[in-house]
């Protein structure tokens, strides 16, 4: 939520507190706008959690400023000791977001002298009226779900160049090692920023919470992670070879049908020919070979493990948010 949007959800829910006590005739009701400025959050989650909390915030300090009141006296020690006994009980219940607007009620005691229920009520209804209305303009927020879906793309994109220059870089075509490992780290930077953004969009979310983006994010950070493993074998992998063009060549394909669509189990399956070929192909026949080979078993175990990830994406998915997605509109 950027300042505009802060600053037009503040002046509008506190000004409407504000009138809704003065048409219900309460006592000072400019506290009803200071409840709603505090109430006023960047979700809407943590504003409905902090609303409830407030509330019963409020029960608890009006149940010990009227203890206090009562046998101290409507001064500064009975003041100073409400505060001593409803701080820390504040923090301890994990109600301290309300220790402020509760405390300003609190005083409206002291000004008129009287703990009556008349008071009481009047208070709550304060409380009531600015963290309700904090919560209807909240009501109102911007969704993130396009900001998400380009974010998804471009890191989509980077991730099938990658992937092409791995490629290239296995059949001795011009290496790519500086674009590779600059790609990686721009998807990273793209992650971060995505989590961000779908950690706002789902707070966002009060009744139906959807973690598609947030389980998308760990997804994609592991295959990330595991992509930069194969970035570190493939500089030492320097003969070429025909298992070499066909572990390219997959690259290739997983490239051309990199999608979040597709659940990799076709791609896994031409993974197992490949180790059938690595299995009945003739045994190396000098030291580079081997290590080249070994390498590249490395690299295609890795390879599996980065589709296997996609794999378990797709299949731990819900249902209801595959067909809410995907479903043809």
């Not at 000004?15 to 009701?29: E, F, H, K, M, T």
């Not at 000791?81 to 405390?103: E, N, W």
């Not at 790519?176 to 995505?194: A, P, S, V």
């Amino acid at each position: 939520m950027n300042i505009v949007q802060r600053t037009i959800k503040i002046v509008l829910a506190a000004l409407a507190s504000i009138l809704l006590a003065q048409v219900l005739n309460l006592q000072n009701p400019l506290a009803a706008g200071i409840v709603a400025i505090l109430s006023v959050l960047d979700t809407r989650k943590a504003s409905f959690n902090t609303a409830i909390a407030r509330f019963l915030s409020t029960l608890l300090a009006f149940a010990i400023a009227s203890a206090i009141f009562y046998f101290v006296g409507f001064n500064l020690l009975g003041f100073g000791s409400y505060l001593a006994l409803y701080v820390p009980l504040a923090y301890r219940l994990r109600l301290q977001d309300g220790i402020a607007p509760c405390s300003v009620l609190v005083t409206h005691f002291m000004l008129a002298e009287s703990i009556a229920w008349q008071w009481q009520l009047n208070g709550l209804l304060l409380m009531t009226i600015g963290a309700m209305m904090a919560l209807v303009f909240h009501l109102w927020m911007p969704s993130y779900a396009k900001q998400l879906e380009q974010l998804k793309e471009e890191i989509e994109s980077q991730m099938r160049d990658i992937l092409k220059m791995m490629g290239d870089a296995l059949t001795e075509k011009p290496d790519h090692f500086n674009e590779i490992h600059q790609g990686c780290r721009w998807l990273n930077h793209l992650l971060t920023q995505m989590n961000e953004i779908a950690l706002t969009e789902y707070d966002n979310q009060l009744f139906r919470n959807s973690d598609y983006f947030l389980n998308y994010i760990t997804m994609r950070r592991e295959q990330i992670r595991i992509m930069q493993h194969m970035m570190d074998i493939l500089p030492d992998i320097h003969l070429a070879t025909e298992s070499n063009a066909i572990m390219a060549q997959l690259f290739h394909l997983t490239a051309d049908e990199f999608h979040e669509l597709n659940t990799g189990t076709e791609l896994l399956d031409n993974i197992s020919q490949l180790y059938r070929i690595f299995r009945d192909s003739d045994l190396p026949k000098s030291r580079d070979e081997f290590e080249s080979r070994a390498l590249l078993f490395q690299m295609l175990t890795d390879f599996e493990r980065f589709l296997e990830v996609k794999r378990n994406f797709f299949v731990h998915m819900d249902p209801s948010t595959y067909q809410n997605r995907f479903s043809p509109r």
